[in-house]
Structure formats: structure tokens, C-alpha cells
């Protein structure tokens, strides 16, 4: 997991840092039973 290649700004993830990422959040949101959208995460 890391930067983009070639960026500077450490903020933007490679595409296996953003799926870890995108996996935490759809798990706290199923986790918390968030109405209309929990509903939607697998």
C-alpha cells in the first residue's frame, strides 16, 4: 500500500491501498446500520 507512483502529495492511494480503504468504510457503515445506505454494502 503506498502513494501513486509518481506523486508527491501522499495523499492518493495505489489501487490495492484504495480498495483497503473503500473495504474499512463499507464495513463501518454496515457495522453501524447506516439508514439508506447500509442496506447497499455487501
Known sequence: MGAVEGSTDGTHFCEKGA???AGLVAGAVKDQKI???SNYVR
Open 19 to 21: 480498495d483497503v480503504v
Open 35 to 37: 439508514s439508506g445506505l
